[in-house]
């Protein structure tokens, strides 16, 4: 039976159906995306491919020498490692809102974007910089211990990672939810009332990236900036790592606008509830994902669930 031949009730019942099969449908590619997820090419051979040549060696270890350094070294690895998760959402978020018939007005728009998106992140990355300098080597983040055996054990910092990861990630599906009217979002007053609030607080998610951040080149960063005790260098490297990290997403998207000449961000539009659901598959996929690759594998790493191994990952 056709959607021509459905009775209003019938439509309307195929319409209810729709939102959750866009959910589990998200929810599925996210757990698939966690299970093969490679740290490695993420890190490695990404990140390091583009940062390594500027800094004469491997980003995770490189010897930070002065607070011009380590700004700079700030910047380029938050760029480097734009390919998280949790940029899906200044993804989707950018997408939608660009979509203007002259290119001024794209560029003006998007610039508007960026600008409360990084107002966001420097609040929540920067004072977590202050933090972090303030406690020192107190936080998990910076901590060597493990828990269980002191070699193989888990590290404490992945407990961090997890709990931070998987909060994260329990945002993002709920406002993937909330785009589909499927859960009741308590900020919506906020984000009606004070339009671009919303991009402050999606920046602010992508600030929190840094709380729990396993990247090698940030706690080679996050140690030198605790060795200085200047709370001010570290509010700034850190916000640069999330500006870095923002501005990497932007070119990204920037290409594909080019790319393809603004249809992608039209073909948004041009339907209604259609860039409402592009962005609730994307927050439910990348909180799926958080929740998944860092909650789930922690309790697989601490033995108390299974976990997939690819090979190579293993």
């Given at each position: 039976?056709?959607n021509a031949?459905?009775?209003?009730?019938g439509?309307?019942?195929?319409n209810?159906?729709?939102?959750?099969?866009?959910?589990?449908l998200?929810?599925?590619?996210?757990v698939?995306?966690?299970?093969?997820w490679?740290?490695?090419?993420?890190?490695k051979?990404?990140?390091?491919?583009?940062?390594?040549?500027l800094?004469?060696g491997?980003?995770?270890?490189v010897?930070i020498?002065g607070?011009?350094?380590a700004t700079?070294?700030a910047?380029?690895t938050g760029?480097?490692?734009?390919?998280t998760?949790?940029?899906?959402?200044?993804?989707?978020?950018l997408?939608?809102?660009?979509?203007q018939r002259?290119?001024?007005?794209q560029?003006?728009?998007?610039?508007?974007?960026?600008?409360?998106?990084?107002?966001?992140?420097?609040?929540?990355?920067?004072?977590?910089g202050v933090?972090?300098?303030?406690?020192?080597?107190?936080?998990?983040?910076?901590?060597?211990?493990?828990?269980g055996?002191?070699?193989?054990?888990v590290?404490?910092?992945s407990?961090?990672?997890?709990?931070?990861f998987?909060?994260?990630?329990?945002?993002?599906v709920?406002r993937?939810?909330?785009?589909?009217?499927?859960?009741?979002n308590?900020?919506d007053?906020?984000?009606?009332?004070?339009?671009g609030?919303?991009?402050?607080?999606?920046?602010?998610?992508?600030?929190?990236?840094?709380?729990?951040?396993?990247?090698?080149?940030?706690?080679?960063l996050?140690?030198?900036?605790?060795?200085?005790?200047?709370?001010?260098?570290g509010?700034?490297?850190?916000?640069?790592?999330?500006v870095g990290?923002?501005v990497?997403?932007v070119?990204?998207?920037?290409?594909?606008?080019?790319?393809?000449?603004?249809?992608?961000?039209?073909w948004?539009?041009?339907?209604?509830?259609?860039?409402a659901r592009?962005?609730?598959?994307?927050?439910?996929?990348?909180?799926?994902f958080?929740?998944?690759?860092?909650?789930?594998?922690?309790?697989?790493?601490?033995?108390?669930?299974?976990?997939?191994?690819m090979p190579y990952n293993?």
């Amino acid at each position: 039976m056709t959607n021509a031949s459905l009775s209003p009730a019938g439509e309307r019942a195929d319409n209810e159906r729709r939102p959750w099969r866009l959910v589990l449908l998200s929810g599925l590619a996210g757990v698939v995306l966690a299970v093969v997820w490679s740290p490695r090419l993420v890190d490695k051979v990404i990140a390091g491919g583009l940062a390594n040549p500027l800094f004469g060696g491997d980003i995770s270890e490189v010897a930070i020498t002065g607070a011009g350094m380590a700004t700079v070294f700030a910047f380029v690895t938050g760029a480097a490692g734009m390919f998280t998760a949790c940029n899906v959402a200044v993804f989707s978020a950018l997408a939608p809102m660009t979509a203007q018939r002259s290119a001024r007005g794209q560029a003006v728009t998007m610039l508007r974007a960026v600008g409360l998106l990084m107002a966001g992140a420097v609040l929540v990355s920067g004072l977590y910089g202050v933090l972090g300098v303030l406690i020192g080597t107190d936080l998990p983040q910076l901590s060597t211990v493990r828990i269980g055996d002191p070699v193989t054990g888990v590290p404490v910092r992945s407990v961090q990672s997890g709990v931070v990861f998987g909060l994260i990630g329990v945002i993002m599906v709920w406002r993937g939810l909330a785009y589909l009217r499927l859960a009741r979002n308590p900020l919506d007053g906020v984000f009606r009332r004070h339009p671009g609030s919303e991009l402050v607080f999606l920046g602010g998610l992508v600030g929190a990236y840094l709380i729990g951040r396993p990247f090698g080149p940030f706690r080679n960063l996050f140690e030198y900036a605790v060795s200085t005790e200047n709370p001010f260098l570290g509010f700034a490297t850190f916000a640069l790592q999330s500006v870095g990290n923002i501005v990497g997403v932007v070119l990204i998207f920037v290409v594909i606008m080019v790319l393809t000449r603004g249809r992608f961000q039209r073909w948004l539009t041009d339907e209604p509830g259609r860039a409402a659901r592009f962005s609730a598959a994307a927050f439910i996929v990348a909180g799926m994902f958080f929740v998944v690759y860092w909650t789930v594998k922690l309790g697989t790493r601490l033995g108390h669930l299974w976990w997939p191994v690819m090979p190579y990952n293993s």
